[in-house]
């Protein structure tokens, strides 16, 4: 290889890897919180009433209620039986029945729900970093 192109091909693959460890893509994979837990989704009755945070609830955001997380985590919920996956950020404290460990809100479930009609998933939840 002649000198000259050495240096550009080093400084070619120089810039590829500067343009990738830039990249802005999310770390989808982090700390598994839980394994196997189960989750169910907000009642439509719970639109723009106040989350925990403050904020006004929408079951057309991505978002989640858990009892201890704090607000603004976000955690990748992973449905156990057909491995669909989605981020929420926590705004809000609950779900209060204790068989449950996170309430999603409805838009988040049905990304990943092969049942519509089901109203409780067995998901893995892990906390993004």
């Known amino acids: 290889m002649k000198k000259g192109t050495l240096k550009l091909f080093s400084l070619m693959f120089l810039l590829g890897f500067f343009v990738l460890s830039c990249s802005s893509s999310k770390n989808t994979s982090g700390k598994v919180l839980k394994s196997k837990a189960q989750a169910s989704y907000y009642h439509d009755k719970f639109n723009g009433k106040k989350t925990a945070s403050g904020e006004k609830f929408s079951n057309g955001k991505l978002t989640a209620a ?64």
Do not use: Y
């Not at 985590?73 to 669909?84: E, F, I, R």
């Not at 989605?86 to 809000?92: A, K």
């Not at 204790?98 to 998933?121: Q, V, Y």
């Open 66 to 129: 858990h009892r201890t997380l704090p607000f603004g985590t976000n955690v990748k919920v992973t449905n156990l039986a057909n491995d669909k996956s989605v981020i929420v950020e926590i705004n809000d404290r609950g779900p209060f029945k204790k068989s449950r460990e996170i309430d999603l809100s409805k838009k988040a479930f049905m990304e990943i729900t092969d049942n519509k009609n089901h109203g409780t998933l067995t998901v893995r939840i892990e906390v993004i970093k």
